[in-house]
């Protein structure tokens, strides 16, 4: 489940890595296993670029 959550909060820019890392440790400590905050994917410049997904035009054009 705390990976589910590291896809789906990795893409939003309105929110901080440091936010984003708060938020995957409170997911993690649910199943009673140590949270690693200095995992490579959890460094700053992972959390804040990553390309912003590309939203399907409504209108077909």
């Known amino acids: 489940m705390a990976e589910l959550h590291w896809i789906l909060l990795l893409f939003p820019h309105n929110i901080k890595p ?4 708060e ?7 649910l199943s009673e296993e140590p949270f690693d905050s ?4 959890l460094e ?3 959390l804040e670029f990553a390309p912003e997904p590309q939203h399907p035009r409504v209108n077909g054009g």
């Open 44 to 46: 700053d410049i992972v």
């Open 23 to 29: 938020f995957f440790r409170e997911i993690w400590e």
């Open 18 to 21: 440091q936010t984003k890392r």
């Open 38 to 41: 200095t995992h490579p994917l």
